[in-house]
């Protein structure tokens, strides 16, 4: 046998969460062994008694483990029960690869990814597809491309394939996953989002793209799937938005009280003004609501208020020019201008303002 296959056999477990399997499960599995893969763990995502007899009959392979929820918790709780038990029963192990059990992953491939962990210990490889294939099926197609365009955008980060299954995983980043957010499908993209936050390289080794049967035994959902993977982003929107009320509110009621005064410089006090009341509720609506930042961080605020103060001077400055030479409503205008601030902002207080990078526990 192939050395390097003999290390991959060793060094590599092998994850595959499961609901409502079919027989393809058994196929895989057995394909694994056969293949020379020592450390299996699949884990029963609170399947219907229709598959126990799939579960049951994979218990008595001795490579192969069996975890059971007693009901469905979602495909991120289902990986972060597997890597637990790998992380108490396989510390000799370099990594583990997660694979779907619908059939979707050869056996080549599994092993590709693991030979590039190997070659690779401190990145997350992706086993990528390529969408661009004729044989893939609409939902598939859409609900991959509308993620990953999104992902780019928000994140900069160039993924071919954001919804892969097949992933190779260091030992020590599965450990830190265990606290990454995400009970669904969400949790594959948190993953990809935590590379940011611990500086792991993101490797990608292209694979064979199978659908069987149009991939009807998918549960993945293009609209609901895809809201929940960008839940952050959308609470984001939502924080955004009120405080986007409230400043624009306070803006017109200040705009005709100053211009009274000082009808040079009403817009931009007016901005100042309406800014720092409405951002008071916006910091604390996105550090407690949309990214979660409940680990001490005092330096948050002023990183935070640094943000909001270029922001601030580019729309009073962008606002102000702009009724100046083309005059019309300052309000309408105000809104196209700071609709396109909130998506930089969005991005900036993402990665830099509540970015865990910064966190008082880490420096």
Not at 226 to 251: C, E, P, Q, R, T
Not at 255 to 283: C, D, G
Request: aromatic fraction near 12%; hydrophobic fraction near 45%; charged fraction near 20%.
């Amino acid at each position: 046998m192939n050395e390097d296959k003999v290390d991959v056999f060793n060094n590599i477990s092998v994850l595959i969460p499961a609901f409502n399997p079919d027989k393809k499960l058994t196929v895989l599995v057995e394909d694994l062994i056969k293949a020379g893969f020592q450390n299996i763990s699949v884990v029963d995502d609170g399947s219907s008694e229709e598959c126990r007899s799939i579960f049951n009959h994979l218990k008595l392979k001795k490579q192969c483990h069996v975890l059971v929820h007693a009901v469905n918790m979602g495909k991120g709780v289902a990986l972060k029960s597997g890597f637990n038990y790998f992380l108490n029963n396989c510390s000799g192990c370099i990594g583990i690869v997660t694979a779907d059990a619908d059939g979707q992953h050869n056996i080549s491939d599994i092993i590709k990814v693991s030979q590039r962990l190997i070659e690779n210990p401190h990145k997350l490889i992706l086993g990528s597809r390529n969408f661009s294939e004729s044989n893939i099926p609409f939902r598939s197609r859409f609900g991959n491309i509308l993620t990953r365009k999104l992902f780019g955008f928000l994140t900069g980060l160039k993924i071919s394939d954001t919804q892969t299954g097949l992933r190779a995983i260091s030992y020590n980043f599965a450990y830190k996953l265990m606290s990454v957010h995400g009970d669904r499908f969400e949790y594959e993209t948190n993953m990809l989002l935590e590379c940011r936050n611990q500086d792991i390289e993101i490797d990608e080794v292209f694979i064979d793209t199978i659908y069987i049967e149009e991939n009807k035994s998918s549960h993945f959902n293009p609209l609901i799937d895809s809201m929940k993977i960008y839940g952050v982003f959308l609470k984001f929107m939502s924080s955004s938005f009120l405080s986007f009320i409230l400043d624009i509110f306070l803006f017109s009621m200040f705009t005709k009280l100053f211009y009274r005064f000082t009808p040079e410089y009403f817009i931009i006090i007016s901005t100042i003004v309406a800014r720092i009341i409405s951002s008071l509720f916006n910091y604390n609506a996105n550090k407690n609501a949309v990214f979660n930042h409940k680990t001490p961080d005092r330096l948050a605020i002023y990183r935070y208020y640094v943000l909001c103060s270029v922001l601030m001077l580019m729309s009073g400055l962008s606002v102000s020019a702009t009724w100046f030479v083309f005059k019309g409503s300052q309000i309408f205008i105000k809104v196209i201008i700071d609709g396109v601030l909130s998506v930089m902002s969005f991005k900036v207080q993402k990665e830099w303002v509540f970015s865990k990078k910064y966190d008082l526990e880490s420096l």
